[in-house]
């Protein structure tokens, strides 16, 4: 499963661009915002629908406006002056106009994959505990299947979980927030989308026997943290 759920406003007016074999294709701006203690917390996300979707988004929507995506995400790779990029997208396949006005938003991703790795844990200089692991998701294509692979962040006692219970191979559930970070490499500005973690549950029938520790709730990582900053990558 690869599941995202946005409700947000649009950054800018729809443009409407057509392949060669004539299929219409739009890129939407999504902000969704966040209110984290006293302070609000903007995202802003890349969707893209196609076809038919692509025309309604187009005649109906304006900058501003307050809309409801439900898609899936993707992650694109190229070279840009001999430098690979990365570009993480949502790529929708259902989207509602709610009108205007701001809103404080939703920002959910559902997956449901296999550990590419163990998980690796590591620790603020305040002491919280920071799991980072990759997961792959599969979706059937044609005669066989897309694999889509997903930067999962988990904090705190979640953390510590997913470094016990987990590992490479195991089948897993988790749900979360998108969050996108920008660092720079050799003066270069670096782009890493990634899924701050809020639930996980253990999916193997091995995992199964570890007990209650199966399902973990806890707050967002700047609700715990106050700042992403500190966090050790």
């Given at each position: 499963m690869n599941k995202a759920i946005l409700v947000g406003n649009l950054g800018k007016d729809i443009e409407v661009r057509y392949t060669t074999e004539d299929l219409a294709i739009t890129n939407l701006d999504l902000a969704t915002t966040e209110k984290i203690k006293d302070n609000s917390q903007t995202e802003w996300h890349r969707i893209i629908a196609f076809g038919k979707l692509a025309e309604i988004c187009g005649s109906l929507l304006k900058k501003g406006g307050l809309v409801y995506v439900e898609g899936k995400t993707r992650k694109r790779t190229w070279e840009q002056d001999g430098v690979p990029r990365h570009s993480a997208e949502i790529i929708a396949y259902k989207i509602i106009a709610l009108g205007s006005g701001a809103n404080l938003g939703v920002n959910k991703a559902i997956y449901i994959g296999r550990l590419g790795i163990d998980p690796e844990i590591r620790y603020t200089k305040d002491?919280?505990?920071?799991?980072?692991?990759?997961?792959?998701?599969?979706?059937k294509k044609g005669d066989g299947y897309e694999t889509q692979w997903h930067r999962i962040v988990a904090l705190g006692k979640l953390a510590e979980s997913c470094q016990r219970?987990?590992?490479?191979?195991?089948?897993?559930?988790?749900?979360?927030?998108?969050?996108?970070?920008?660092?720079?490499?050799?003066?270069?500005?670096?782009?890493?989308?990634?899924?701050?973690?809020?639930?996980?549950?253990?999916?193997?029938?091995?995992?199964?026997?570890?007990?209650?520790?199966?399902?973990?709730?806890?707050?967002?990582?700047?609700?715990?943290?106050?700042?992403?900053?500190?966090?050790?990558?």
């Amino acid at each position: 499963m690869n599941k995202a759920i946005l409700v947000g406003n649009l950054g800018k007016d729809i443009e409407v661009r057509y392949t060669t074999e004539d299929l219409a294709i739009t890129n939407l701006d999504l902000a969704t915002t966040e209110k984290i203690k006293d302070n609000s917390q903007t995202e802003w996300h890349r969707i893209i629908a196609f076809g038919k979707l692509a025309e309604i988004c187009g005649s109906l929507l304006k900058k501003g406006g307050l809309v409801y995506v439900e898609g899936k995400t993707r992650k694109r790779t190229w070279e840009q002056d001999g430098v690979p990029r990365h570009s993480a997208e949502i790529i929708a396949y259902k989207i509602i106009a709610l009108g205007s006005g701001a809103n404080l938003g939703v920002n959910k991703a559902i997956y449901i994959g296999r550990l590419g790795i163990d998980p690796e844990i590591r620790y603020t200089k305040d002491g919280l505990a920071v799991a980072n692991f990759s997961l792959a998701t599969n979706e059937k294509k044609g005669d066989g299947y897309e694999t889509q692979w997903h930067r999962i962040v988990a904090l705190g006692k979640l953390a510590e979980s997913c470094q016990r219970y987990l590992e490479k191979g195991r089948q897993i559930c988790i749900e979360g927030r998108l969050q996108t970070r920008a660092w720079k490499k050799d003066g270069i500005t670096r782009y890493t989308t990634e899924v701050i973690a809020s639930h996980m549950e253990m999916l193997d029938s091995k995992m199964a026997d570890a007990g209650a520790l199966e399902n973990h709730m806890i707050p967002s990582a700047s609700m715990e943290t106050g700042s992403m900053g500190d966090i050790p990558f």
